[in-house]
C-alpha cells in the first residue's frame, strides 16, 4: 500500500519503484488513480514474479514489527482482507484472484479479527458477496474435517 500525497506523486513514486527493480510507468499510476480500485500491478524485472499496489489518498494504520529480524510494518488484518476483496473484484481472468482468496481464508482461519466490521466494509466496498463466498467456502471445508 502506498499513500499518494498530491497529483503528481507518479514522478516520485515511478523511479522508487523502478529503482526496486519494478517494470512501472507514469501510464499505470495514473490508470490506477482513475479506477474505482486504485490497484497498479508491476512485474518484477528479475523474476517472474508481480507486486499489487494499492494507492491510498489516506494515511493507513499499520503495526511495527519484526520478520526473521528485519523491520517491518504490518497491517491491520481487517484492512488487509478489505484490499484483497477489492482486488479480487478488480482481477481479470478471476483465476489470477486463487492467491488473494487463499491469503482471505488463512486469515479468517489464523487471525483475531472483527469480522463484523469486515462484513460492514465490504458491504460498503460493494465486495460482500465475494467475502460471503470465502466464509461459506471456510465453513463448508471446516465440516468436512470435524
Not at 33 to 42: E, G, H, Q
Request: net charge positive.
Amino acid at each position: 500500500m502506498v499513500k499518494i500525497a498530491t497529483e503528481n506523486a507518479c514522478a516520485s513514486l515511478v523511479p522508487a519503484l523502478k529503482k526496486a527493480g519494478l517494470q512501472a510507468n507514469e501510464k499505470q499510476i495514473e490508470a490506477a488513480l482513475k479506477s474505482d480500485y486504485r490497484i497498479a500491478t508491476f512485474k518484477d524485472n528479475r523474476t517472474p514474479l508481480t507486486v499489487d499496489i494499492i494507492l491510498l489518498d489516506d494515511k493507513f494504520e499499520k503495526k511495527a514489527g519484526t520478520i526473521l529480524g528485519l523491520p517491518t510494518f504490518f497491517q491491520k488484518p481487517e484492512d488487509l482482507i478489505l484490499a484483497k476483496l477489492r482486488m479480487i473484484e478488480a482481477t481479470i481472468p478471476q483465476e489470477r484472484a486463487l492467491k488473494d482468496k487463499d491469503d482471505i481464508r488463512a486469515i479468517l482461519t489464523f487471525t483475531a479479527l472483527n469480522l463484523d466490521d469486515v462484513k460492514r466494509q465490504a458491504k460498503k466496498n460493494d465486495t460482500s458477496s465475494i467475502l460471503e463466498a470465502l466464509l461459506a467456502d471456510k465453513t463448508r471445508k471446516g465440516r468436512k474435517r470435524s
